[in-house]
């Protein structure tokens, strides 16, 4: 059986870099998350971070956490979720998004697939609020409901669906 979950019972969320002026980035011996890498990928890509001083203040992204948008120019892209694959020293979440840091273990793949879904999309979509600009509350965000399966079948439908966007990948490229 699958359990309908609110997003906040299972996980709480943190800030992106806040108080950093455009001298803080492009240099340092930290990396943060960019907003073009979370909108683009459900999971997250290491290859697409920049350079920013370290900030103890900061909340750190760490492996497993779901990053979302905060902000865009039409509801359907906001609130877009990716989910982050590794643990990287000093990683930090641009100030254009927000962290949700699940409270137990997840499979990425069944994260990275289940917060695009058309169905959890919707919800989102429904609480975008703006005129020229549209953007979404943590708060709200916290009340989207999920639908989860036991951690088993978690993996199994990851791994399927993972094995799948590798597929389509492989035949894209050819």
């Given at each position: ?33 960019t907003y073009l890498n979370v ?136």
């Amino acid at each position: 059986d699958w359990e309908q979950r609110k997003l906040g019972e299972i996980g709480n969320t943190f800030s992106g870099l806040s108080g950093k002026t455009k001298e803080d980035f492009g240099h340092g011996q930290a990396s943060f998350v960019t907003y073009l890498n979370v909108f683009n990928n459900s999971i997250g890509q290491p290859n697409m971070i920049e350079k920013v001083e370290i900030d103890p203040k900061q909340f750190q992204v760490k492996q497993g956490d779901i990053l979302f948008t905060t902000s865009s120019e039409t509801p359907d892209e906001v609130g877009m979720a990716c989910v982050w694959p590794v643990n990287l020293p000093n990683l930090y979440l641009n100030s254009f998004c927000f962290g949700f840091r699940p409270k137990k273990e997840i499979d990425i793949n069944f994260y990275a697939h289940m917060l695009r879904s058309p169905q959890v999309r919707n919800q989102i979509t429904l609480l975008a609020q703006g005129i020229s600009r549209y953007n979404i509350s943590k708060t709200k965000m916290m009340d989207i409901r999920i639908w989860l399966p036991s951690e088993s079948e978690q993996r199994r439908i990851g791994r399927f669906l993972g094995n799948i966007d590798n597929l389509i990948t492989l035949h894209q490229r050819k």
